[in-house]
């Protein structure tokens, strides 16, 4: 009998350590399904899957990502592309780990080089911490929409994995230095004629009178500064239009990729004889189009390119 009773013992033992090992089993591959990168150790897989965001991974909006950064660290910034400057990353990441050295940090720089110095600052944060993400400094820098978005993006998904929910002092963390929102785009300079013609004839003499006697052309040796300005300004309204571009094909580069998802899965449905009234909306809104919009006859669309 004791025998009987141990042997059935062991049985029930086996048995549940199978049962355990099977649901074990069984949750893994269900992680790795979630994890487009299965070589990577699953204890990393938050920093690698964070660094490297899926295809479809759509990520918060614009709008979403400024209020959600002026709530964070008390500042009033209006544009993704006011992130170029490295400050915001640089106590972004300061929320989490606590040690960012923030009197390095100059949240209000205006010039190429502080950009690049905040930017230092970041990058020996993430090496002390073993944050596994590429800094495209050279690229954010240029404080262009597209690469700041989706580096925000980013440290928004990081933030919402690491941080810890404790209390936070931006201000204080700062200690009280200026935070002023950085100007991307140079404002336009006020015209007028009457303005332009006092700008132009320096010198009191007409830009196209003659040479004073003894004397030169007052435009001719000397830079003019009103025409500097705007063409400084030309410059940087044709960055701000290419950005622009290129945020229009980034979203529409998603709106495509749902399209194709919806697509597939109704052709599914309907070889199955059924149908999906969610993905039948999700059509009538993506085709759908405003009135006295005309649909152009002919329209190239490259599948493959990606943004």
Partial sequence: MKVAEEVSAHSEIMSSIFVHSFQAISLVRFVRRLDP?????????AHCFLSRPTRFDMGESRTELIAWLNDLLQINYTKVEQCGTGGAYCQVM???????????????????????????????????????????????????????????QWCKRYWDTNYGGQGYDPVGRRRGAPADPPATIAPLAPSSSRGNAATLNTGGSRAGGRTPIGGHRAGSTQPNELVQNLQAQLREMSAHLEGLEKERDFYFAKLRDIEILAQQQMEVLEAEGKDDLVLRDIQKILYSTEEGFEVPDQVAVDEEETF
């Fill in 94 to 152: 300061d929320s989490i780990f606590g040690d960012v050295p923030m009197t390095r940090v100059k949240m209000n720089a205006k010039h190429e080089y502080e950009f690049i110095a905040n930017f230092k600052v970041l990058q020996n944060i993430f090496r002390s911490h073993k944050v596994e993400k590429p800094i495209p400094v050279e690229k954010l820098v240029k404080c262009k929409m597209q690469d700041n978005l989706e580096f925000l």
């Fill in 37 to 45: 990168y299965p070589n990577v150790h699953l204890p990393r897989a």
